[in-house]
DNA sequence: GCTATTAGCGAACGGTCGTTAGGTTAAGCT
DNA sequence: AGCTTAACCTAACGACCGTTCGCTAATAGC
């Protein structure tokens, strides 16, 4: 039949179980994911699947991480061409609201949605979310910062509460997006964004 | 030992199961609610648990519409005291984020988890969801325009708009609580509410 | 007192879960 | 050519899943 697979196809193998993962965790939550259901659809054996991670925990934390690293690829990779502060913010949650919108269930999307099944469910999961979470508000909370100061946003700015508030959109999005499915949601998150970072 | 319960007591009985699957939902999700797990927690056996509902769909259908009805009576229901319109908007969004902040786990927080664990998952759960929130929606959009129509609002407000933004400043507070245990959640969630009402 | 009803139990059902052990086969190195 | 490594397989493990089947026993209506 076909022949074995090279030692440098077996990291292909890998990523092709990844994908599927997260298209699957994606639909039916972190931990709905399934190893059984991942190599049928794989056309694997159980085993086969899971002999590259170990252990299903290992599994989710390795979708976890893929999507975490597609979105930073994505998301704020594409913003740094732009002048620190507003612009880059700008930039960044259009670029963030195009992706949530072009494929439902991937990404920025995707970590919000773990972070809410998990919210009550300490252990590695979590951790890795909260750190995930982490590094993207220091991100934002930097660039507003910047803002702040090159006067793209007023002296008095309550950084900490504009973040919240601009986290509530991108939630809002997100629901509106894959719950309701509602084409205008990506357009009316763009409009709060710029009405919340002084419309540029 | 102990006398068999009278009929009236029966219906008691499926409250304390409510009850509990309500607890244990709130942590491990509407899926991730069990039979026997609750069956242990309640020292029951699990024929005797699922006997009340006929199936576990039934008892995630009845779990969703016990936080709907328990959020409806403790939010809502006290805001109708306030004048319709910009007032009552203001009191409602209070009471919802004392609500969410005094119990993590239940009610509104617990119908946005569900939002969003069965957001890419059709059937009768997903549908119940949309539901209740569509009732909910209903209601914002409602109040919003008897407070442009009264002047609490300036004319030209986007209704739609508005309640995707107030959406949103919720869904930030959700998270905020459940998942950082960040206590300025509530402070700041009210002072987005403030300022997107127009600071009444 | 007799009977019908029903809440709840114990036990078992077929399935699927995550995980492990052992075998097979191909690739890479010496 | 022989040996090691590792990818992937089949098979099985115990645990738990939701559901169904009688059965017991207490209540309610007669």
């Given amino acids: 039949m076909s022949p074995r697979k090279s030692v440098a196809e077996t990291a292909a193998t890998?990523?092709?179980i990844i994908d599927s993962a997260l298209a699957l965790a994606s639909a039916e939550g972190l931990e709905g994911l399934t190893i059984g259901r991942l190599a049928t659809d794989l056309a694997?054996?159980?085993a086969g699947v899971i002999g590259h991670f170990g252990s299903k925990e290992a599994l989710q934390l390795a979708v976890l991480d893929?999507?975490?690293?597609?979105f930073t690829l994505r998301v704020p990779a594409r913003a740094v061409g732009a002048r620190p502060g507003t612009e880059r913010l700008?930039?960044?949650?259009?670029?963030?609201?195009a992706y949530m919108a072009e494929r439902e269930g991937h990404g920025g999307c995707f970590l919000t949605s773990v972070a809410t099944e998990f919210d009550g469910r300490p252990g590695p999961v979590r951790d890795a979310v909260l750190a995930a979470l982490g590094t993207w508000t220091a991100y934002v909370k930097d660039e507003l910062g910047t803002a702040v100061a090159?006067?793209?946003l007023p002296a008095g700015t309550d950084v900490?509460?504009?973040?919240?508030?601009?986290?509530?959109v991108v939630l809002a999005a997100g629901q509106s997006i894959k719950l309701?499915?509602?084409p205008q949601a990506p357009e009316r998150a763009r409009r709060a964004v710029a009405r919340l970072l002084g419309a540029p």
Avoid: C, N, P
């Avoid at 893929?66 to 597609?70: F, G, H, K, N, S």
């Avoid at 900490?160 to 509530?168: I, M, R, V």
């Fill in 14 to 16: 890998r990523d092709r």
């Fill in 44 to 46: 694997m054996s159980k």
């Fill in 66 to 70: 893929a999507a975490v690293r597609r």
């Fill in 90 to 97: 700008a930039r960044t949650y259009d670029e963030w609201i």
């Fill in 150 to 152: 090159t006067g793209g």
């Fill in 160 to 168: 900490d509460q504009l973040a919240f508030e601009l986290g509530g």
């Fill in 180 to 182: 309701h499915h509602d």
